[in-house]
């Protein structure tokens, strides 16, 4: 499918779908044209018409959108429109929720994550998440780095596998050297690697968090907006570095700020109140001419 | 907007009458604290103090504080200093003071022989004076006159020697007599509280400022003397125990520390009787009833905290457990004594006696780990979900780590209930009166192997053993007699030793607790 539908044809659509009504205004539908943004890179993640709800609460409704690899996908809109419940359902972080009951499909390298039988420790292996605040463990930089692969057994370092031979501390060395430089927090660390990663300054335990993920070689990155509690100078880093990550990762990221979408993300999608998918298409497009009304609304301040 | 009250932004140097107020409120302190060691029994009421009796100098500066508290109220209201005084003392001050005049009048009336009904009015009328004098003057003098009389009526019966060291009062109806040497310190330290409250308030200049002093030295003076008596109930046992304690305790020679005490029982060959055999039940047994609640515990919290869901199952739990730990020790004596005892070869046993007390040691254990595994931060167990880490993983290396803290305290807190239990003890294990040393548990060197099942036994954990609370308890029920030399030396020393083998698991508990905090910190 392409944008250059006649816009005419579903402008007229007369069954009423996607039309609601707020005290007796008509409000602006939503075209499934706006929403089918097409890349040259290859499909990551296929999002099939996907619904959550909160126990009575519709929280997404019926969203689709094809997520390519290596690249920065954001995802923005005001709060409450559903664009982190949209982020953890990528990861199944949702399953997390009791309450939460997901419906639709993610196709994550063609194979839907919503099937019986899907592993979710190799699914979230593969989709990392770093979140809102960050949250590194309360134990040391190194063990907050090698935590993933200790606890998946890529890495053995117990007093049995020492006992025995296996330990591989020049591995371990290596994954936090390699993880910690690819989170750009290698040179401020370096020295103090043993310290409590509690000790840290926010901006720097966040690229921890990054580079925690990082550590168990995932393909996809989610992030909920990761800068939203830094001041502007760790926020410069993360946006750095998360431009810098797409090269290798599948990067998505959620965020209030338009501005940050602008600078680091490839394509952009805008979700609105209501949980649904409003506009998705390249970021230059979103924020210099988009298709909606709605849309073009909130990028200037009107709405939301 | 010009109704609110202003006083300088920028206070002066201290004045005189500030000076003043300091001073009364120092030294109703220090009659305070010299009244609390009378209450104690450091110094006596008719010990002479510069030529007086200490009681009736007492009476001479509660009185001189009475007239100066008055004497700062008057010169706020009067307008010779600085102040900034409400047009209240206010409610609970009234409330206070009406019941203070009410029980002062009621108790001289009764003294001057006046029947039921006129003490009743004569209080009556006194608490409403004092009621009306509080609540409807001017701030400065509601809180000074009030005090300022109690604080001379009390004075002025102290110097003229109405209450005082030889005076004693039958309680008609109790059969008990209040002994001059109890009244006057409880009348001096109620005294000195309410002039020091009333001086305070009066050197911050009454209003907000002079309320919040006033709290200050109220809150100081009554948190001093309750870590005072704290303090005197420590002292009082050690220095009571400490000639038994150390009763033929050398350094050097031999085995260079020879502490008889603690190293020898109470048998007809020690020379030295001792306490051994139930101090090492007491150890064993606090071991024995860790070693059981602990695990349990901490992993019901586990399951009711991480797995179950929160709900009415775990809502009933909840509730269950918090009456179980509220529940009396001799129920779960009995409980011991009726269940486990007939399991154990029908007779008391010390593995009887660990499984009683770590059913009781059960419920703090569960409930404490079970707020401190919920008090981990949500965002941790995100974290290591995000990373694909299973739950149970989860659970052992972030959730457990980061509760140990909170699990250590209650197994603190757990452990000094359960040190001192004797009801249990005395149902389930307890052992003779003065166990010899041979009597003394030995659990580790008591394993055997056996050809047939259980394959492991420990006659050690299925005999009768003595515990320290339990030996104190049946020393005094028992006379304090038998072959010891003296019982009493030997009572005092055994209840230190108690004392201090808690202060030790404490201690252990503490340690742990610190370790860990800084690790997760650090």
Redesign the interface.
């Known amino acids: 499918m392409s944008q250059t539908d006649t816009a005419e044809t579903t402008a007229n659509r007369t069954d009423g779908e996607g039309v609601s009504t707020t005290a007796g205004e008509t409000v602006e539908e939503t075209r499934p044209e706006w929403t089918c943004h097409e890349t040259d890179g290859e499909t990551k993640l296929a999002v099939g018409d996907l619904d959550v709800h909160y126990g009575d609460d519709h929280a997404l409704k019926g969203v689709s959108m094809d997520i390519p690899e290596e690249s920065v996908t954001a995802l923005i809109g005001p709060s409450g429109c559903g664009k982190s419940t949209f982020l953890r359902c990528l990861n199944r972080m949702n399953d997390r929720i009791r309450a939460a009951s997901v419906d639709g499909t993610v196709e994550f390298d063609g194979e839907n994550i919503y099937q019986d039988g899907v592993d979710l420790v190799e699914l979230r292996k593969r989709v990392g998440m770093v979140f809102q605040s960050p949250n590194p463990f309360p134990k040391s930089i190194r063990e907050n780095v090698s935590y993933g692969p200790r606890k998946h057994g890529d890495i053995e370092t117990g007093l049995l596998a020492r006992l025995t031979g296996r330990a591989e501390p020049d591995r371990e060395e290596d994954l936090v050297k390699r993880s910690l430089e690819r989170a750009a927090l290698w040179e401020e660390v370096r020295d103090r690697l043993d310290d409590n990663a509690l000790g840290l300054s926010g901006g720097q335990q966040q690229r921890l968090c990054i580079a925690r993920c990082l550590a168990v070689d995932p393909e996809v990155i989610l992030m909920d907006e990761p800068a939203s509690a830094l001041d502007p100078i760790a926020t410069a880093k993360i946006e750095d570095l998360i431009e810098d990550l797409a090269e290798d990762y599948t990067v998505v990221v959620v965020t209030h700020s338009m501005q940050q979408a602008a600078r680091v993300s490839d394509q952009t999608a805008v979700f609105l109140t209501g949980g649904e998918l409003v506009e998705y298409d390249d970021t230059q497009k979103i924020f210099e001419d988009p298709e909606s009304q709605r849309v073009e609304d909130y990028i200037s301040g009107k709405f939301g | 907007m010009s109704r609110a009250t202003r006083t300088a932004l920028v206070r002066d140097d201290r004045t005189a009458y500030e000076a003043a107020a300091g001073a009364a409120v120092g030294i109703s302190g220090i009659v305070f604290v010299v009244g609390l060691a009378t209450l104690l029994g450091v110094v006596g009421i008719d010990d002479p103090v510069a030529g007086l009796e200490l009681s009736v100098l007492f009476g001479v500066v509660l009185l001189a504080l009475g007239v100066t508290v008055v004497g700062f109220g008057m010169a706020s209201r009067l307008g010779y200093v600085d102040a900034a005084p409400q047009p209240s003392a206010g409610i609970v001050a009234a409330a206070a003071f009406t019941g203070i005049w009410f029980a002062v009048g009621a108790a001289v009336s009764g003294a001057a022989g006046i029947g039921t009904a006129g003490r009743l009015a004569v209080g009556a009328v006194l608490g409403g004076s004092a009621f009306a004098v509080t609540a409807f003057p001017r701030e400065d003098v509601g809180s000074t006159v009030p005090v300022g009389a109690v604080a001379g009526l009390c004075g002025l019966s102290l110097v003229v020697g109405v209450i005082g060291p030889g005076w004693e009062q039958a309680l008609v109806g109790y059969n008990a007599t209040l002994f001059g040497d109890t009244v006057v310190p409880v009348v001096v330290l109620f005294t000195s509280l309410v002039t020091g409250w009333s001086a305070a308030k009066a050197y911050g200049g009454f209003g907000a400022r002079g309320r919040n002093v006033g709290a200050y030295v109220l809150i100081y003076l009554v948190v001093g003397s309750i870590l005072t008596v704290l303090v005197g109930l420590v002292a009082f046992v050690t220095v009571r125990g400490l000639p038994g304690l150390f009763g033929g305790f050398s350094v050097g020679g031999a085995s260079l520390v020879s502490w008889p005490f603690l190293t020898n029982g109470a048998g007809l060959t020690a020379d030295v009787a001792g306490v051994f055999p139930a101090l090492l039940g007491t150890v064993w047994l606090v071991i024995g009833a860790v070693l059981f609640a602990v695990p349990t515990g901490v992993g019901a919290a586990v399951f009711l905290s991480e797995y179950a869901?929160q709900g009415r199952f775990t809502g009933a739990v909840e509730v269950a457990t918090n009456g179980l730990w509220s529940t009396p020790s001799i129920v779960f004596g009995l409980f011991g004594a009726a269940f486990l005892i007939p399991r154990f070869g029908n007779q008391k046993s010390l593995i009887a006696g660990m499984l009683t007390l770590g059913f009781m040691l059960l419920p703090l254990v569960l409930i404490t780990s079970r707020e401190a595994i919920l008090a981990v931060?949500d965002?941790?167990r995100?974290?290591?979900?995000?990373?694909?880490?299973?739950k149970w993983?989860t659970i052992r290396?972030?959730v457990l780590?980061?509760a140990i803290p909170g699990i250590a305290t209650g197994v603190i807190l757990g452990v000094g209930r359960i040190a001192g239990e004797t009801a249990p003890i005395l149902l389930t294990m307890g052992g003779g009166v003065l166990p010899g040393k041979s009597a003394a548990p030995d659990v580790l060197g008591g394993f055997q192997l056996s050809g047939s099942p259980p394959f492991v036994s420990n006659p050690a954990l299925l005999e009768a053993t003595s515990a320290l609370p339990y030996q104190l308890y049946a020393l005094i029920t028992a006379g304090l007699s038998g072959n010891i030399e003296n019982p009493q030396e030997f009572a005092w020393g055994l209840a230190l030793t108690l004392l201090l083998v808690v202060l030790v698991f404490y201690a252990v508990g503490i340690a742990t607790r610190y370790y860990f905090r800084r690790?997760?910190?650090?």
């Not at chain 2, 995100?382 to 299973?390: K, M, P």
């Not at chain 2, 690790?519 to 650090?522: A, E, M, R, T, V």
């Open positions: 869901e931060p965002e941790y995100d974290a290591s979900a995000a990373l694909g880490v299973s993983k290396s972030v780590p980061a690790k997760l910190h650090q």
